[in-house]
């Protein structure tokens, strides 16, 4: 299948940057990429300056452009995505590949460029709480015109291929996150650091963002009263917020919560390989990629009952209803007081390989990619 890709050329725009740039989109963009290159595409990524302080050289057939984009939250995506699609008219690549919905906005101007489109919706996000009445609107028609007007369009979730397939009267390709498969964790440090001992902590790792609903873990936590255990939060605010301020602040109050910041590679995959168990309390996701990360490393796993989350159909047990504090402490007991069985380990990572590996995600996205290069 590579020969017949060979010299074909796709852009990614939408996302803050590659390698090692917090957030699930960029997680994605980073792990197809690699996967397109290895096929014979050549990949190009369009990423915010602020997030790349050093543009990574082009490496595996993937070249990663740092273009300008405003300090400003409700417009850093809708500028960057503007100058990333006249950037493309530039370039005039084979495909051009926006994800989300809020880039998706820029679609009519890339088709006036005359550039083949792809949109990946990767989940609602006017449902995101940080947004305002009018950034929900924005976002909205973001969705309309990505829907609408591209060439190909993909959703992470099933569920949301459905929807818009239904809403807009147009096919939408399902093409679910991935996740990269543990190989083992090598040893980093990142334990000592922090102060951790193996099995002895819960652990999200999720960006300091409202619907991540961090704060209803710690007060889990606490309510929880294992003063045994640790709650480990591994990831970082791009943008200082009341929300971020909060959880700081509770989690100075709380005894036993570790902050980590952002963490990736060899430090996160040894977090996840150590935790007792993996909590994931949002409000809102696409599709879950550090729930399948968790799920992919054999961690015992704790989901609200969303429907993205819901997707995955994990056992009854493996669910708390959304933003019940008092189940969520029960559940969180329970679990660690029952952690999985090595059988039943190794048959959830073998689920998570079969279902979610990136070389299936990527052949999945190239099906897009082809049946549009061949109008």
Request: charged fraction near 20%; hydrophobic fraction near 45%.
């Amino acid at each position: 299948m590579a020969d017949q890709d060979i010299r074909r050329r796709v852009i990614f725009l939408g996302l803050r940057g590659i390698p090692n740039v917090q957030g699930g989109v960029e997680k994605h963009v980073e792990m197809l990429a690699g996967e397109m290159a290895a096929c014979g595409w050549n990949v190009e990524v369009i990423g915010r300056h602020r997030y790349l302080p050093s543009v990574p050289t082009p490496a595996n057939g993937i070249r990663v452009f740092s273009l300008w984009a405003p300090r400003k939250m409700a417009l850093e995506a809708i500028v960057h995505t503007f100058l990333g699609v006249c950037f493309a008219a530039v370039r005039r690549p084979d495909i051009l590949h926006i994800h989300a919905i809020g880039p998706a906005l820029m679609v009519p101007l890339a088709r006036l460029l005359g550039l083949k489109v792809v949109v990946t919706h990767h989940g609602y996000d006017y449902d995101r709480q940080k947004w305002s009445s009018l950034a929900r609107r924005v976002l909205k028609l973001g969705e309309y015109l990505g829907m609408r007007l591209s060439h190909g369009r993909i959703a992470v979730s099933n569920q949301v291929a459905q929807a818009m397939s239904s809403r807009y009267d147009a096919p939408v390709s399902f093409v679910p996150n991935g996740v990269a498969i543990p190989q083992g964790a090598h040893p980093t440090g990142v334990l000592t650091e922090f102060g951790l001992q193996p099995k002895r902590y819960v652990l999200l790792a999720a960006r300091l963002v409202p619907e991540k609903r961090q704060t209803d873990l710690i007060e889990a936590f606490a309510r929880s009263g294992r003063s045994d255990l640790r709650l480990v939060l591994a990831g970082g605010a791009e943008f200082e917020t009341a929300y971020s301020r909060q959880v700081r602040e509770m989690a100075e109050a709380v005894p036993g919560v570790v902050l980590t910041g952002f963490q990736s590679g060899d430090r996160l995959a040894e977090l996840f390989a150590n935790a007792a168990l993996f909590v994931l309390p949002s409000s809102h996701e696409g599709m879950p990629i550090a729930l399948l990360e968790a799920m992919a490393s054999g961690l015992p796993v704790l989901a609200s009952d969303i429907a993205a989350n819901r997707e995955l159909d994990l056992p009854s047990e493996d669910y708390f209803p959304l933003g019940n504090i008092d189940a969520l402490a029960a559940a969180m007991t329970t679990k660690i007081a029952n952690p999985l069985s090595e059988e039943q380990a190794r048959s959830q990572m073998k689920r998570v390989e079969l279902a979610y590996s990136w070389p299936n995600v990527a052949q999945k996205t190239l099906e897009v990619y082809r049946a549009l290069l061949a109008k």
